[in-house]
């Protein structure tokens, strides 16, 4: 399909008429089409278009109906059934009252254009340039960030399971694609080992059992690996992702090849690499706290300020592995680039490390305000604990509260980080009188992040014992009513789609989505409902 650009046409009088005979006071979508206009312009998208053949559909209707998809939670076919059948959808498309819409695959094909051009951005990013050009949206203010679980769009398999659907995934992408290589080089006893759906209660339950079982998926894993690399095969069977994904698979599981290729006691890898499903290779298996989930983690940036709107500036997808500290320079690398960093950003504990808010500061010049993570050493509660040292940088020793100064310091290179480990005599701890309150060994040692970081550190530390931090931080907790909208009423916690990408995109739509809910509200004078307190609480406060 080939775009040919054409004006954003006026709204049909006759539907303007009847929209406003039928919603006298608006709606949702009425007054985004009167505030923000049609939000995009066919140029925002023209790149993902080619020039030459049957003329494609306006991209900004196709991106104006993607956002109210999501709003209100629609299947492609109900999205295309609303735009023939809503009054106020056609309100805001400008389209006429017996327009008869296009066919639901359309909007498929659009996200896997957007998907493709990794341009999912995009759908976010022209609402905050309009909303910035409104004067709703302002850089420099106060933002926060919290992250939630997102299950993708897979069920969770056990490791013997896993290998075993591998197997079967394959053999059914092999039999659309290639059904006469399959029918030449895979055994007709596979067809009752591999021909259906396998279940966890179907597979043996004794662990010698289990074992030769998945030893058995892996033998025949190795063949039919072989049989691809026979001269007769083509190169591009080989080259399928699902080629990949087996490989992958049976290289983490079992041993390899030359070893007897043999089922593993342990996976090869940590789980943060480990593929959780052949039908999703970007789903990882993670826990936090007691919640348990195969998927993403979304994190989400709002502003906080009480004179504006609260709008999402930014959505960060990643793997259910990944750390939220090791996002914290992505999200800010994303502001920087939107024109849209915050003044102070306002964080929970995970996100806090000696690295964030040094780089934070030097590099954006961003305030990361958040609780640091405490230390889990005795002295912090009733001993002498880091804060009772006196360090001194430029002669590289330390002092401890007793005035003994250490006696060794050096750098050293943990988890991919630069420490410094500082060592205390033997000698002076044997007659310490507060050895007790110092160390449970022989000697005290310590470990140092370097200066900056070190200071950094210790300053927001004490930070946090002051009533000036407890009255900034408190503004965090807003956060969790925009997850909790987005999880209650726009899905934000299943993923529509296969693969981090796609589901990076339907959470950009999501969090347009919210941000169309959040300025119409705004726009009428509705403001955010205070932290909810239990009858019970309320009664006992007031009787108090």
């Known amino acids: 399909m080939s775009l040919k650009s054409l004006p954003i046409p006026p709204i049909p009088e006759e539907v303007v008429r009847v929209a406003r005979v039928a919603f006298p006071r608006g709606n949702v979508f009425m007054q985004v089409r009167d505030t923000l206009g049609a939000i995009s312009t066919d140029e925002a998208f023209a790149d993902l278009f080619p020039t030459h053949g049957q003329p494609a559909l306006a991209p900004w209707r196709l991106a104006l109906v993607t956002i109210f998809q999501f709003l209100e939670g629609l299947t492609d076919r109900q999205a295309a059934d609303a735009v023939r059948d809503r009054l106020a959808w056609k309100y805001a498309l400008s389209l006429e009252l017996c327009d008869s819409g296009f066919d639901h695959p359309v909007l498929s094909e659009f996200r896997a254009r957007l998907a493709e051009g990794k341009a999912e951005q995009r759908l976010f990013d022209v609402l905050l340039q309009r909303c910035r050009e409104a004067g709703w949206l302002k850089a420099r203010g106060r933002q926060r960030t919290d992250s939630t679980h997102v299950l993708a769009k897979i069920r969770s398999l056990s490791r013997t399971l896993r290998v075993a659907q591998t197997m079967v995934y394959v053999l059914n992408v092999f039999s659309e694609v290639a059904p006469h290589w399959i029918r030449a080089h895979v055994p007709v006893e596979w067809v009752e ?269 004490q930070r946090e014992e002051t009533e000036e931090y407890k009255q900034l931080y408190r503004h965090r907790a807003g956060i969790e009513g925009v997850h909790s909208q987005g999880v209650r009423a726009l899905g934000l916690r299943r993923s529509r789609s296969i693969g981090l990408l796609k589901t990076h995109l339907s959470h950009v739509a999501i969090a347009a989505a919210v941000n169309l809910i959040q300025l119409t509200s705004w726009l009428r004078g509705e403001v955010p409902e205070p932290t909810r307190i239990s009858p019970f609480k309320r009664l006992m406060q007031q009787a108090a």
């Open 193 to 461: 080992r591999y021909g259906q759906r396998l279940e966890e209660e179907r597979l043996p339950k004794e662990e010698q059992e289990r074992t030769r079982y998945a030893n058995q998926v892996g033998a025949d894993g190795w063949m039919l690996l072989d049989a691809l690399q026979a001269p007769c095969t083509p190169d591009w069977l080989k080259t399928l992702p699902a080629v990949t994904t087996l490989l992958t698979m049976w290289e983490q599981q079992f041993e390899a090849r030359e070893q007897g290729g043999q089922w593993r006691k342990e996976p090869a890898l940590p789980a943060a690499q480990l593929i959780a499903s052949p039908y999703d290779p970007d789903a990882r298996n993670a826990k936090k706290r007691a919640t348990f989930w195969t998927g993403y983690k979304v994190h989400v940036t709002q502003t906080c300020d009480e004179d504006a709107p609260q709008l999402i500036t930014h959505v960060e997808t990643t793997p259910a592995t990944t750390s939220d500290e090791s996002i914290v320079s992505a999200i800010h690398a994303g502001l920087s680039g939107k024109e849209l960093l915050p003044d102070q950003h306002l964080v929970e504990s995970g996100y806090v490390t000696a690295a964030n808010l040094v780089e934070s500061q030097s590099s954006y010049y961003v305030d990361l305000v958040g609780p640091t993570l405490k230390t889990h050493w005795y002295q912090a509660e009733t001993g002498h604990d880091l804060t009772h040292f006196s360090i001194d940088w430029e002669a590289e020793t330390v002092t401890c509260p007793q005035g003994h100064v250490s006696s060794s310091w050096g750098e050293v290179h943990d988890a991919g980080k630069t420490l410094i480990k500082v060592k205390f005599s033997q000698s002076d701890g044997k007659v310490c009188p507060s050895q007790a309150l110092c160390t449970g060994t022989k000697r005290r040692t310590m470990t140092l992040h370097p200066k900056a970081r070190m200071q950094a550190l210790l300053t927001a530390r």
